[in-house]
């Protein structure tokens, strides 16, 4: 019987365990993809303003140039200087649904350390309880490194 018990408990650890790398992978893709996007777009407004003042200080040159030498400029074709403010506003992400891998350690983990405890103590409770409370917080340890590098967790 304990031996059975063993193996299911094994079968279970490892098929929960079991986790698509490419969709993590992906994911952390996805959203490395949107950030470096928000920097592009912000450098490539920093340009563009920059253009625009540049052009300005030219005209401003130039009409300094042309009143120095006495040429009479209509009021028309003096630049209107004006404070462009830029506003960035980044969006959040959305928040993700399901479980995080934090969660998902700790409930495996409980799970494998309440069987191990029962296997290995002779007082079935004392032992599951230990077991469980080891297993979780280990579960959930490995759990939050593996959010970290998926980029749930920062």
């Known amino acids: 019987m304990k031996k059975l018990l063993i193996i299911i408990g094994l079968a279970v650890g490892i098929a929960a365990c079991n986790s698509d790398a490419k969709t993590n ?3 952390y893709q996805n959203t490395k993809d949107y950030k470096d996007s928000l920097k592009l777009d912000s450098f490539q407004r920093a340009q563009a ?3 625009e003042i540049d052009k300005r200080e030219v005209e401003k040159a130039a009409l300094v140039s042309a009143s ?3 040429k009479v400029v209509s009021q028309s074709s003096t630049p209107k200087t004006r404070v462009v403010r830029q ?3 980044v969006q959040s992400e959305p928040q ?3 479980w995080s891998s934090a969660a998902k350690g700790a409930v495996i983990g409980a799970g494998a350390g309440a069987v191990t405890g029962i296997l290995v103590d ?3 409770g004392r032992g599951a309880v230990i077991g469980g409370v ?3 917080g280990t579960g959930y340890v490995i759990g939050r ?3 970290r590098k998926s980029g749930r967790v920062q």
């Open 68 to 70: 120095a030498n006495n």
């Open 134 to 136: 080891v297993g979780a």
């Open 122 to 124: 002779k007082k079935n």
């Open 25 to 27: 992978s992906q994911a």
């Open 49 to 51: 303003i920059e253009k």
């Open 96 to 98: 993700k649904k399901g």
């Open 87 to 89: 506003t960035t506003y």
């Open 145 to 147: 490194s593996k959010d």
